[in-house]
C-alpha cells in the first residue's frame, strides 16, 4: 500500500513560498508540475536559488539531478540573482538588422556590462533577448518590464546611466 | 490617415485596470476602437483608452470607446479606429485626443466611408477576422461575433467524422510551417486508440521576427478555443493544452481568462452546451526554449521534463502525451478552424492556390515601412505583400532579399519578387513558409553575416541530443564566423556545403534538418557576397569588420 508522504515544509518562513506551493498544490503536486513550480518560483523570488530546487523536487517527488538539469535546460529560468534593474535587449532577427548590436555594444562600453551579466555595483543586470515579438517596434528593449520602442542607443544608455 | 506626434512608450499591465470601456446606455451613434495588442500597449495606448473614456464619457452620451486586439498597422501605432466611417488615427497622443474626439462628434448615420488604404483593402482575413473589431478579454463580443456557433453546430448536427471531412475539403494545411494537411491528422488521430485523447495548441512562437501566434492569441483567444474545441470533438478528445511562450505575458493572461469565460459561458467545461461533450482547457508555460515547438519536445514539456525530441515514429497522433493519441496544431490552424465550419470546406478551398487553400497570416517587419500583421489569400506575390501593403523599403534603400520561415528557413532574392507565396513555391525557391515571419532586408544587410546570425540562434538552441546537430551548428557557426572576420580560405565554402548537408541529412528532429537552410539558400543566392569575403576580404554590405572576432 503506497504511503502517504508529509509534504515537506518551505525552506523558510517568507510569505512568498506559498505562491509556489499554491501552484504546485493545485496541478495535485504531481512530477509534470515541475516547470509550472519553477515558473511560480521565479516570479515570487526572481530567481530561483537552491534551496527553491531542493523545496520543488521534494514536493513533487522529483529527484534533485531532473530539478537541475530542466532548470538549467531553459533559458527563462535563473540561477543566478539578478540587480536591481534589468535591461533585456532583443536579439530577434527584425531587431538585429535594425541595429541591436550596436545598442548592446554602446551600453557595453558605457556600463561595463555584457550580457548575462550585472555590473559591479549590482545595479543593472544586462540580458539577451530572443525576439519578443514586437518585432515592427524594433529595436525593441525591456527595462524594468516596460517595453521600449525603436531604441536610439544613446537615449537607452543615458535612461539606464540614470536608474 | 491621420498624422498624430509619435508617442512616448510605456507598457500597461492587461490586468487590474480600471477602465475597460465605455458603452453608452442608448444607440451608438459613434463608437471609438483602441488597439490593445502589445505593440500599441507599450506605446501608452491604454492611457488612450483612459482618456477618450474620460472625453467622451463626459460631453457625449451615445459614443461607445472600446478595447479591440490588433489593427494590423503595428507600424503606425498607437492606432484608435472610427469604425462607422473607417477613419484611422495612426501615433496618437494620450495628450492630444482633440481630433478623435472632434471626429467622433461629426459622425452621422449618413456619414461617408473613407475609403481603406491599400495596407487593409489587399487582406482577406479569416484565421484574423475579429482581429480588431472585437473586445479580446469579452466572451459576449465574441459570441455577439457568430463566436461558438460553429461550436453549436458541429455539437447538435454534425458527427465527428463529417466534422473531420469538411476539414478535409476544405484543404487546411497545418500553418505551424511543415503544411500537413489538417483533416489528415485529424483522422489519424480519431483512427488511434488510447484511454484518453489530448488536444494541443502549439503557441510556443519561437521564430525570432514572427508575432503571427502572438497577435491571433491577444486579439481573438476564443476563436482558437473554439477550433480546439471542435478538432476536440472531432477526434474524441476530451483534454487540451494551449502550450505557450513564457515571453508572452498578455497572451497567458488573456488565454487564460478566455478559459475561464467560455467555461462560464457553458462553451468549455463539461457537458457543454447540454450535450455529452466534455472538455477541458488548461495553459503550459513554456521556459524559453526554442526546440518546444518541435512535436515530441514540446511534449517532453508539457510533461515536466527538459524539451528534448524523441526519434518518429510513433508519431505523436498515435502515441503523444502521456503515451496517448494527441493532436497538436498550430494557433492559426484552429483559428481557421471556426470559419470554415460556418462557411463550409468549398468556401475556403476557392481560396488560395491548387494545393494551398486558404490563407496566410504574415508578420511583416524588417526593413519594410509598414511593418506589422497582414493576412492574405495564398498565391499573392511577394511583391504585393512588400512593396504594394508593407508600402516597400524604408529610407529610399533597396529591396534585397525576404527572409522567410525563421532560422530554419531561407532567403529569397529579388528575382522571386512576382512569384506567388504559397508551401510549395517557397519550397522551390529553397526557404520555406514556416510560422510566417517575414523579413525583409535591404542592400545594408550582409548576408554571410546573417546566415552566422541564424546559425549562432540554431548552436545555442540545440538541445544536445543528437551529434550531428549539437556539433555541427556549432562548427558551421565556426566557419561563417571565420568567413564574416575574413580569417576563411578558399575552399573552406565546399567544406562548409559537406557538413551543412550531414547536418541536415543525420539530425533527429527539424531544428537540426533545418538548421543549414539560411546557408544553403544564401550560398545559392548570394555566392559572391561569400566569395567576395574569403577572396577580397571585403564586405560588400560594409557590415562585416573583417576582423577576428575576440570571445568574450
Known sequence: MPVAQARPPAPNDDKRWRIVETRMRRLGNRPDALIEALHAAQEAFGSIDEDALRYIGDSLSVPPSTVFGVATFYHYFTLEPRGEHTCVVCTGTACYINGALEVLASIRTALDVIPDETTADGKLSLLIGRCFGSCSLAPAAIVDGDVQARVDAGDLVRQLQAL | MTELPAATSRLEPSTGRPVEGLAPAGPIRASAYVCEAVSCLSMASHDILTGLVEVAGTTMTDVAVKRVGCLGLCAAGPLVRIPETGELFSHVRPDALQPIVEALGAVTPAAVRVPESVFFDRQVRIATEHS?????????????????????????????????????????????????????????????????????????????????????????????????????????????????????????????????????????????????????????????????????????????????????????????????????????????????????????????????????????????????????????????????????????????????????????????????????????????????????????????????????????????????????????????????????????????????????????????????????????????????????????????????????
Open chain 2, 132 to 552: 480588431g473589431r472585437i473586445d479580446p478579454e469579452s466572451v459576449e463580443d465574441y459570441v455577439e461575433a457568430d463566436g461558438y456557433a460553429a461550436l453549436r453546430r458541429v455539437l447538435t448536427t454534425m458527427t465527428p467524422a463529417e466534422v473531420r471531412d469538411e476539414i478535409t475539403k476544405s484543404g487546411l494545411r497545418g500553418r505551424g510551417g511543415a503544411g500537413y494537411p489538417t483533416g489528415l491528422k485529424w483522422n489519424t488521430v480519431a483512427k488511434a486508440t488510447g484511454s484518453g485523447k489530448y488536444v494541443i495548441c502549439n503557441a510556443d512562437e519561437g521564430d525570432p521576427g514572427a508575432f503571427m501566434d502572438r497577435t491571433i492569441l491577444e486579439s481573438d483567444p476564443h476563436q482558437v478555443l473554439e477550433g480546439m474545441a471542435i478538432a476536440a470533438y472531432a477526434v474524441g478528445a476530451s483534454y487540451g493544452y494551449v502550450y505557450c511562450r513564457g515571453e508572452y505575458p498578455l497572451v497567458v493572461s488573456r488565454t487564460r481568462k478566455a478559459i475561464r469565460d467560455a467555461t462560464q459561458a457553458d462553451c468549455l467545461g463539461t457537458t457543454i452546451m447540454d450535450t455529452e461533450f466534455t472538455f477541458e482547457v488548461d495553459v503550459r508555460l513554456g521556459a524559453g526554449a526554442y526546440v518546444c515547438g518541435e512535436e515530441t519536445a514540446l511534449i517532453a514539456s508539457i510533461e515536466g521534463g527538459r524539451g528534448t525530441p524523441t526519434a518518429r515514429p510513433p508519431y505523436p497522433a498515435v502515441s503523444g502525451l502521456w503515451g496517448q493519441p494527441t493532436l497538436i496544431n498550430n494557433v492559426e490552424t484552429f483559428a481557421n478552424v471556426p470559419p470554415i465550419i460556418r462557411k463550409g470546406g468549398d468556401w475556403f478551398a476557392s481560396i488560395g492556390t491548387a494545393k494551398s487553400k486558404g490563407t496566410k497570416v504574415f508578420a511583416l517587419a524588417g526593413r519594410v515601412a509598414n511593418t506589422g500583421l497582414v493576412e492574405v489569400p495564398m498565391g499573392t506575390t511577394l511583391r504585393e505583400i512588400v512593396f504594394d501593403i508593407g508600402g516597400g523599403i524604408v529610407d529610399g534603400h533597396v529591396f534585397k532579399a525576404v527572409q522567410t520561415g525563421g532560422p530554419a528557413g531561407g532567403c529569397i532574392p529579388a528575382e522571386f519578387l512576382d512569384m506567388g507565396v504559397d508551401y510549395e513555391s517557397l519550397m522551390e525557391a529553397g526557404s520555406f513558409m514556416g510560422s510566417g515571419g517575414m523579413i525583409v532586408m535591404d542592400e545594408t544587410s550582409c548576408m554571410v553575416n546573417v546566415a552566422r546570425f541564424f546559425m549562432d540562434f540554431m548552436r545555442e538552441e540545440s538541445c544536445g541530443k543528437c551529434v550531428p546537430c549539437r556539433v555541427g551548428t556549432t562548427q558551421l557557426w565556426m566557419m561563417l564566423d571565420a568567413i564574416a572576420s575574413g580569417q576563411a580560405q578558399v575552399g573552406d565554402i565546399e567544406r562548409m556545403e559537406r557538413l551543412a548537408t550531414m547536418v541536415q541529412r543525420t539530425s533527429l528532429c527539424g531544428l537540426g534538418q533545418g538548421a543549414p537552410n539560411p546557408v544553403f539558400s544564401t550560398l545559392r543566392y548570394f555566392r559572391d557576397e561569400y566569395l567576395a569575403h574569403i577572396v577580397d576580404r571585403v564586405c560588400p554590405a560594409g557590415v562585416c569588420t573583417m576582423e577576428a572576432t575576440v570571445l568574450a
